[in-house]
């Protein structure tokens, strides 16, 4: 166990909605990170949130967009979703500022639409 | 752009033989190397990562990994497979520098399946 959870595990939406996915970081981390992981690929950066910031952003539209709470906590939030938005949403925790940061991952939300 | 490729997708072994997956990365500066293990119904797991210092590094279950900067390499190794090491090996990337975030920069991905 890493200690970082996510929830919902699974989810079903139809085109067009939108959804929220939220993520607990490991105690003690200040950094949370959001990758798309779709069926039989590596997962790839969605952005980074560090002290309530975005710190960094992959190659995805705006209708992804997060938020960090003062507890270190996250969302995701994605807008109009469409077809291939279906993938596990994967969320990892590290404690950016020290030397080098470990990205500790949880288990992922299924997100399908349909 | 910075991207990670790993040559097997899928590579199937028979207990007790040795195991080699390749990953090779294209960026110029320093990087941080990693490969993380999925286990069927887990979620991902570090198995060993690479910072600066001793370029052949082990890490848990047996598993080691070189890192080779002149061949923009980092492969991961290990002696005697067992049924148990059935899973997904993501070889992993982070660029170091201004400007750079913790992003990790992963490949596809190799399926390692096992056989008893």
């Known amino acids: 166990e890493t200690g970082v959870t996510q929830s919902p595990t699974h989810l079903i939406k139809t085109r067009g909605q939108q959804v929220t996915l939220r993520c607990s970081s490991q105690s003690g981390h200040n950094t949370v990170s959001w990758y798309q992981q779709a069926l039989g690929q590596g997962p790839q950066f969605i952005f980074q949130?560090?002290?309530?910031?975005?710190?960094g952003r992959g190659n995805f539209p705006p209708r992804f967009s997060g938020l960090q709470f003062p507890n270190y906590s996250s969302e995701l939030n994605v807008n109009a979703l469409e077809l291939d938005d279906s993938a596990l949403y994967l969320c990892?925790?590290?404690?950016?500022?020290?030397?080098?940061?470990?990205?500790?991952f949880g288990a992922g939300t299924r997100l399908s639409v349909l | 752009a910075q991207s990670v490729s790993q040559h097997n997708h899928h590579v199937i072994l028979s207990e007790a033989a040795s195991l080699e997956l390749g990953c090779n990365y294209s960026y110029g500066g320093t990087v941080n190397l990693f490969w993380y293990v999925q286990y069927p119904g887990q979620h991902l797991q570090l198995l060993l990562k690479y910072f600066s210092g001793d370029p052949l590094v082990k890490g848990i279950k047996g598993f080691e990994a070189e890192f080779i900067k002149s061949k923009f390499s980092f492969n991961l190794r290990k002696p005697s497979v067992q049924w148990s090491d059935t899973a997904e090996y993501f070889c992993?990337?982070?660029?170091?520098?201004?400007?750079?975030?913790?992003?990790?920069?992963f490949g596809q991905g190799t399926t390692l399946q096992v056989k008893p």
């Open positions: 992993a990337v982070n660029a170091r520098g201004s400007g750079n975030t913790g992003k990790l920069i």
């Open positions: 990892a925790s590290s404690l950016e500022g020290t030397p080098v940061a470990i990205q500790y």
């Open positions: 949130y560090y002290r309530e910031e975005e710190n």
